[in-house]
Every structure is written in C-alpha cells, then in structure tokens.
Nanobody, 124 residues
Framework: QVRLVESGGGSAQAGGSLRLSCTAS????????MGWFRQVAGRQRESISQ????????TYADSVTGRFTISQNKGKNTLDLQMDSLKPEDTAMYYC?????????????????WGQGIQVTVSP
C-alpha cells in the first residue's frame, strides 16, 4: 500500500530555512516522478517542484527557483525539499505527491498518491 508522510514543517522567520521530508512506503522514490505542492486556504493548489526518477531532472515554480531544492534520498526512501531564504508568502500547507496521474509537457499535472500535508509558516 502506497503511503506518503510529510515531516519537518513548522515556523521560521523570513530569511530562514526549513527542510521538508516525505517518507514513502509501498514503492521506491527513485522509481516514479514525485513532487511538492502547496496550498493556501481559499486558493488554488500550486505545484512548486517535481523531480523525475533519475534524481537529477527537476523543475521549479518561478516563485521558488533559486531558493528551494528538491532531492531524493534513496537510502531513507524520502523526497526532500530544502527551503532557504524563506518569505512570508511561502506560508502554506505543503503536500508531497507521487506517481503521475496526468502528464503535460513532460511533467505531472496531477498525481495518484498524496500525503496528508504539513504546515509551513513564515513570519516577517
């Protein structure tokens, strides 16, 4: 059974850093495309980063490029998101996702499996 569990969220001040991890079970993180999304209440979910099974090919939303880094940890079977230079506008619920359900232009518009989400709050 596929399961995704996010950890590492919490609070940070603007300019600070947080690292999110998504522990996967039921599959190997290096076998499928995975991604991180975020959502603010009342707003549309935003895809912020995805990484392909090769662990190298990745894409980022313009809003996080140069500040966030996605990576696989095959030893721990986790998908990680290093978030640096945090801004108050990064405040959101962050979700891990795996296994594309819908492709568009080589990346995933939707995934088959989702974590329960974890809150990230950045204060000014």
């Amino acid at each position: 059974q596929v399961r995704l569990v996010e950890s590492g969220g919490g609070s940070a001040q603007a300019g600070g850093s947080l690292r999110l991890s998504c522990t996967a079970s039921g599959f190997v993180v290096g076998d499928v495309t995975m991604g991180w999304f975020r959502q603010v209440a009342g707003r549309q979910r935003e895809s912020i980063s995805q990484i392909k099974p090769d662990g190298i090919t990745a894409t980022y939303a313009d809003s996080v490029t140069g500040r966030f880094t996605i990576s696989q940890n095959k030893g721990k079977n986790t998908l990680d998101l290093q978030m640096d230079s945090l801004k108050p506008e990064d405040t959101a619920m962050y979700y891990c996702a795996a296994n594309c359900a819908l492709f568009s232009a080589g990346w995933c518009k939707d995934f088959n499996h989702w974590g329960q989400g974890i809150q990230v709050t950045v204060s000014p």
